[in-house]
């Protein structure tokens, strides 16, 4: 059983930064994906950015060009690296993981806890 860890949400003011961070305890390396949703108060969740084993990656048109994502293999680790913050982008941000990649999945969804990113004017 997967069980993904979180780090890096906060309180930060328009135009700043936070990294987010995501470890996943497994205990053999295998294909996956990996990468972050997030869910705005009367908002349905939405995909952030995501990552393959392999470096594909996706993301929302709302964040391209100020959000990056990145992984370490080795630790099976997830980095979201968040730049010029707005507003908008105030939500629970929730880690992601599962096996396979955006073509297909094997087994479960895993979730993380979620952790609050708010971003104050």
């Known amino acids: 059983q997967v069980q993904l860890v979180e780090s890096g949400g906060g309180l930060v003011q328009a135009g700043g930064s936070l990294r987010l961070s995501c470890s996943a305890s497994?205990?053999?390396?295998?294909?996956?994906?990996m990468g972050w949703y997030r869910q705005a108060p009367g908002k349905q969740r939405e995909l952030v950015a995501v990552?393959?084993?392999?470096?594909?990656?996706k993301y929302a048109d709302s964040v391209k060009g100020r959000f990056t994502i990145s992984r370490d293999n080795m630790k099976n680790t997830v980095y979201l690296q968040m730049d010029s913050l707005k507003v908008e982008d105030t939500a629970v941000y929730y880690c992601?993981?599962?096996?396979?990649?955006?073509?297909?999945?094997?087994?479960?969804?895993?979730w993380g806890p979620g952790t609050q990113v708010t971003v104050s004017s």
């Open positions: 990552m393959t084993t392999d470096a594909t990656t």
């Open positions: 497994t205990e053999i390396f295998d294909i996956n994906v």
């Open positions: 992601t993981y599962h096996r396979g990649n955006f073509r297909y999945t094997l087994g479960n969804d895993h």
